[in-house]
């Protein structure tokens, strides 16, 4: 198999964190200072610590992915971004009370130089939040203009090779595809229009893209999953990705259902239910935001039962998600999953799953591992939806021509394999 051509991944990599004052932003950002420096451990990072077979079992290489995909290296990375609170990174990482002192007493002066730029908001779009630290501009196109100002200014000043951009920010409301959203022409009109349809996160994806920077979507945001973005950046050779990090109890959904399919036992129904006490659960108390986080939480489970295929078994699931803000918890969230199951006959049984996990905590290294494989994507020559990189993600972004792959170890045989392709070597599809 021939190797791509990938330009090396040399000088400074800035990575543009949207959200750069929130909690999963700034354990991302403490996190890499302190693994570059040694003094952490990046658990939970594949590009960090996950090896990659080459060749047939027998042969036994087993490198680190990191050693032999040309990544780029953890001390390259410059981070900035946007956030609609003025306070510096190391102050909103106490305030989000996720890493301890000590921890961040590590970093902290690299964390206090990250001041955020002002952010794109609109109070509509995130009803439960009140910025005060936000763009003013005649029309949302200006505001998208700013925005570009904003990342040529970053990389400029900090001497930057490439940059990549990330969505940590919050949850907006649900916002259906619209006509708006169909065509390039259209959404560019729309935003000089100032349409209702166009919302924050639009305008920073349409920023990057415009400079040729890759778009990660951590959230379950319309944002760059429309037919306009898609061909936008098809035309600006620029890859983008979302949408919805797949963290907690979706990550357990991908797992627990190809495990219920492969072994042809039924299922009568899923309840799934959280809580807990941060900002982002405070604004997913909005039904709004809510509606946007069900959609994506929602999809998963279909998908892969194929109820289509297996009437007897799925075809009448019922499956309920909760959210519930409860301060107490903070970002120590806990998600219920009670899972209705029925065997040999139709006799039922019960799965019960209660996972005490840490939201950010979960959600660190993927930020970490999508930022590094999308800057590789770009200097691969990538474009367009990275379905590679589905494994990172609840609602993983398709075209109309596709259809979603929710299975985690098939998308993990697809996130290995794509790396394989990319430095020439056989893609593995089978266990030999
Ligand atoms: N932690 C997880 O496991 C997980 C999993 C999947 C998705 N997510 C998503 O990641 C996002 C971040 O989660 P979090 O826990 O860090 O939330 P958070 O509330 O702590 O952080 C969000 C940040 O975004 C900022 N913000 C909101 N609108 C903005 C805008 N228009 N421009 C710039 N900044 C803006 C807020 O001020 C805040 O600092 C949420 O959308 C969440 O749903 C998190």
Redesign the pocket.
């Known amino acids: 198999m021939e190797k791509m051509q990938v330009k090396d991944a040399q000088g400074k990599l800035g990575v543009l964190v949207?959200?750069?004052?929130?909690?999963?932003?700034?354990?991302f950002i403490a996190g890499t200072m302190i693994a570059r420096k040694g003094l952490g451990i990046p658990v939970g990072s594949i590009t960090q610590l996950a090896t990659i077979r080459l060749g047939k079992r027998e042969e036994n290489r087993f490198p680190k992915i990191k050693d032999v995909i040309p990544l780029a290296d953890l001390n390259d990375i410059v981070f900035g971004?946007?956030?609609?609170?003025e306070e510096d990174a190391y102050a909103?990482a106490r305030h989000?009370e996720v890493l301890t002192v000590e921890d961040l007493d590590k970093v902290k002066e690299e964390l206090q130089a990250i001041k955020?730029m002002k952010?794109?908001?609109?109070q509509n779009?995130?009803k439960r939040?009140h910025?005060t630290w936000?763009k003013e501009a005649p029309t949302k196109w200006d505001l998208m203009e700013a925005v570009r100002k904003d990342i040529r200014d970053f990389k400029a000043n900090n001497h930057l090779d490439r940059v990549v951009c990330i969505?940590?920010?919050?949850?907006?409301v649900f916002t259906k595809i619209g006509d708006v959203h169909q065509t390039l022409p259209a959404l560019q009109k729309a935003m000089k229009e100032n349409s209702n349809e166009i919302a924050?996160?639009m305008i920073?994806a349409y920023a990057a893209l415009a400079e040729g920077i890759p778009y990660i979507n951590?959230?379950?945001?319309l944002t760059v999953d429309m037919p306009a973005i898609w061909d936008f950046s098809a035309q600006q050779q620029t890859p983008i990705c979302g949408k919805?990090?797949?963290?907690?109890q979706?990550m357990l959904k991908t797992v627990i259902s190809p495990m219920l399919k492969t072994r042809m036992l039924g299922l009568n129904g899923w309840f799934s239910t959280n809580i807990l006490g941060?900002?982002?659960?405070?604004?997913?108390d909005d039904p709004g935001?809510f509606k946007t986080?069900e959609e994506s939480k929602l999809s998963v489970i279909d998908n892969i039962l194929q109820p289509d295929l297996y009437p007897q078994l799925y075809g009448n699931v019922y499956h309920k998600v909760r959210i519930n803000y409860y301060p107490p918890r903070k970002?120590n969230?806990e998600g219920w999953d009670n899972i209705d199951i029925f065997g040999w006959l139709g006799y039922p049984m019960q799965l019960k799953v209660d996972f005490l996990?840490r939201?950010?905590i979960?959600?660190a290294p993927?930020c970490l591992d999508l930022v590094l494989f999308t800057d590789l994507a770009k200097r691969a020559g990538f474009s367009g939806i990275q379905s590679w990189l589905s494994f990172y993600f609840?609602s993983p972004m398709h075209d109309n021509e596709h259809i979603a792959e929710h299975d985690l170890f098939i998308q993990y045989v697809k996130l290995k394999n794509t790396l394989r392709q990319i430095i020439g070597e056989e893609t593995i599809d089978f266990i030999d």
């Open positions: 949207i959200g750069v004052g929130g909690a999963v932003a700034t354990t971004g946007w956030d609609i609170f909103a989000a955020p952010a794109v908001f609109d779009f995130v939040l910025g936000v969505w940590c920010g919050s949850t907006e924050p996160s920073y951590g959230a379950p945001n919805d990090f797949k963290t907690g979706t941060n900002r982002d659960g405070e604004v997913l935001s986080k970002d969230k996990c939201d950010s979960l959600a993927l609840k």
